[in-house]
């Protein structure tokens, strides 16, 4: 019997690899000592494929992929220098944003809410300084996944670490940061890399939301970042003069870039990289499952496990277990969920397409301990299935056991 694990990461528990490492052990645990059934010797293949939807987590699913993990010293959302990692197949790259100029690498985080002025002051420049280091090690396709920011730079940043110079009216170097912007009067891109030139670049977000306004990075994301009512008004002002003096730059495409699908994504990040980078959007969790070439390694497969931490009306949206299972459909293979906590009714979770979902609260009530314990409940749970499956439970054709 074939099984594909493909989950999505468990959001402060467990990276993608570790559920699907913990899974197997439950699985193979379950059957392990029952010869004639799925533990025997030879019958039980299990294949562990890390996904994501182009978000935190994208890095790990390219590099269960077959990329070689890659890093260089690049400057953190407030400029101290970090090392940050990409990866990277051949003239491929899949950068993480968030490695680079994420929250989680904020100094001292705690997971909690930054302070205004890091909302104001964070920037994108070391995800544009990855971009170059993908660009030295060859890559001239590259995946650029988004979310998890603590900028609202509009990705002047990227651009900046690009070779960009972003200079007030008397030609002086702003410094970095959304709310610099203010006092944007030029661009200076002499000096920016011209292999970007040759270079294709894939956005790979689910945010639709435009650069400006009500909907736009500042208004809806700003707050996440510590942002005040007050910075929201003058981080988005910022950002419209940055429209403004890009399109003096590089003509009215950067105006129509604004309001593009996803412009306001990871702080506007979106936004820079579909107005001077040319990128194309795409939903991240079709990115991730295109480069993994999940679809061609679900042949001859039994059953799909996907998952993700919560499994929620959110997740119906485009989440990695709803791509999974999509993707499964197609292949003609059943498949199983699991998940730390699910508030899915048992219809929708079945016009999605999963045979059934298994909680960790359906083991531990306390979510907490579902949290700090997930590697152990998890395989648990792989237990559980693996008991289901000796069962026939799932599988596309009864086993003989």
Known sequence: MRIVIAPDKFKGSLSAPDVARHLETGLRSATADRPGTLGQEGTLEVLRIPVADGGEGTLDAAVG???????AVVSGPTGQPLTAEFAVRGREAVI????????????????GRPGSATARTASSVGTGELIRAALDAGCRHIILGVGGSANTDGGAGVLQGLGARMLDANGNELPVGGAALAHLASIDFSGFDTRLEESRFILASDVDNPLLGPEGAAAIFGPQKGATAADVGELDAAL????????AEIGPRAVKAANAPGAGAAGGVGYAAIAALAASRRPGIDVVLEFTRLAERLAGAD???TGEGSLDEQSLLGKTP???????AEAGVPVLAVCGRTTLSQEQQESSGFRKVYPLTALESNVEI??????RLLEELGQHIGADLTHSAYTKEPLNV
């Open 240 to 247: 419209a003069n940055f429209v403004q003096v890009l399109a």
């Open 322 to 328: 709803m791509g999974v299972a999509r993707a499964a």
């Open 96 to 111: 993480e944003m968030a490695a680079a100029s994420g929250l989680a690498v904020l100094p001292n985080y705690d997971g």
């Open 370 to 375: 579902c949290i700090a314990e997930a590697g």
């Open 303 to 305: 059953l799909v496990i």
């Open 65 to 71: 992929s077959g990329f070689i993990r890659r890093s």
